[in-house]
């Protein structure tokens, strides 16, 4: 095979593959992290998911009953922690991109937590 046909093949399927890995942002919001706050979607067997992303929880807030399970993970290439009075994922900056943290609730309250390296990094659970 000539190099110029290999190198348009080559280029082809760069192309191919390129546009498989669009997003499809269907909210209508053009995108912006400040818009796309939402509900936290309830984690199997009952509780909460929040995301790490753009330097905030994602949602801030969540309500979950007590006995739910909360799981964070960190969505963004920076380090992040949970730092709670009654809780912490560890280390500051610990938790890198693609780690988890679960803390189980055992008793009804609000429950405020940040990032220690990013302090206006905020958010709450609330245990009913």
């Given at each position: 095979?000539?190099?110029?046909?290999?190198?348009?093949?080559?280029?082809?399927?760069?192309?191919?593959?390129?546009?498989?890995?669009?997003?499809?942002?269907?909210?209508?919001?053009?995108?912006?992290?400040?818009?796309?706050?939402?509900?936290?979607?309830?984690?199997?067997?009952?509780?909460?998911?929040?995301?790490?992303?753009?330097i905030k929880f994602n949602p801030s807030d969540v309500t979950v009953k007590v006995g739910d399970t909360v799981t964070w993970t960190n969505n963004e290439s920076v380090g992040h922690d949970v730092t709670a009075d009654d809780f912490k994922s560890g280390d500051p900056a610990a938790m890198q991109s693609g780690d988890t943290f679960q803390h189980k609730f055992d008793k009804a309250g609000t429950f405020d937590y940040v990032c220690s390296v990013h302090p206006g990094m905020k958010g709450s659970v609330e245990v009913e």
């Open positions: 095979m000539k190099p110029s046909i290999a190198l348009l093949i080559a280029c082809f399927s760069l192309c191919l593959v390129a546009a498989g890995c669009g997003g499809d942002d269907s909210s209508g919001d053009g995108g912006n992290a400040d818009t796309k706050q939402q509900a936290a979607p309830t984690s199997e067997g009952g509780g909460a998911e929040v995301s790490m992303e753009g």
